[in-house]
């Protein structure tokens, strides 16, 4: 199956700047690249997606990036705000798996007022 | 729409005691998953099921079960619970096929003592 891989497991930013995270992926036919933002004690929910036709795709101060080539996909947010802070992940469909996610293991983001 | 609902929020169980963790779904979703997520940890994938009547093994599906018997819910079974078990399950779903989203429900904390 799938095999998605997360770095960095934790990242800390001041207010304002920009952070970072980066995703690789082993199946060259997987088709659909979600990432999900949970809050401490909360359920993960989608942020931004984005399918393998399509390089980036922007939604006001997150972006996601994907290199289908070098199969690796990067979350970025601009603009850091202390909201921002929680755990981010990645996740991959892989071709031949209708429906099912692989999950990346998560980057803890603090962003410092 | 409701969404996706777990029940209980939280439990408590004993050593060698069984439960059943409920979830239900009323936006005509096909696929529908049981993660589980340990302490600062990812989301691992226990079961899952594409459509009622079926359904397959994830990553760690020692010790639970499911079944589906309708569209909407997708009940999740601890038979003779285990200190490992212990952990914050999700249930999620999606409609694949036509947009891949998972959405996922509050979530249910499970102790096992």
């Known amino acids: 199956g799938e095999n998605v891989e997360q770095h960095p497991s934790t990242l800390s930013v001041q207010e304002g700047d920009s952070a970072v995270i980066k995703c690789t992926y082993s199946?060259?036919?997987?088709?659909?690249f979600p990432w999900y933002k949970q809050e401490l004690g909360k359920r993960p929910q989608l942020i931004i997606d984005i399918r393998s036709n399509v390089g980036e795709k922007k939604d006001q101060r997150i972006a996601v990036t994907l290199n289908k080539t070098a199969k690796h996909f990067s979350l970025h947010i601009t603009e850091t705000q202390p909201e921002d802070s929680a755990v981010y992940f990645c996740?991959?469909?892989?071709?031949?798996?209708?429906?099912?996610?692989?999950f990346g293991r998560g980057t803890q983001l603090t962003v410092w007022p | 729409n409701a969404g996706v609902t777990q029940t209980p929020k939280f439990r408590i169980l004993k050593i060698g005691q069984s439960m059943t963790l409920q979830c239900a779904q009323d936006m005509n979703h096909n696929y529908m998953y049981w993660y589980r997520q340990d302490p600062g940890m990812g989301l691992k994938l226990i079961y899952y099921s594409v459509g009622a009547g079926i359904t397959d093994k994830g990553e760690v599906p020692n010790g639970y079960n499911v079944s589906r018997s309708t569209t909407e819910d997708f009940p999740l079974r601890l038979e003779l619970a285990a200190p490992s078990q212990t952990s914050v399950y999700f249930c999620?779903?999606?409609?694949?096929?036509?947009?891949?989203?998972?959405?996922f429900g509050p979530g249910t904390r499970l102790t096992v003592l």
């Open positions: 199946d060259s036919a997987s088709n659909y």
């Open positions: 999620a779903s999606s409609y694949a096929g036509l947009n891949d989203e998972q959405f």
């Open positions: 996740a991959a469909k892989g071709g031949s798996t209708l429906g099912r996610l692989y």
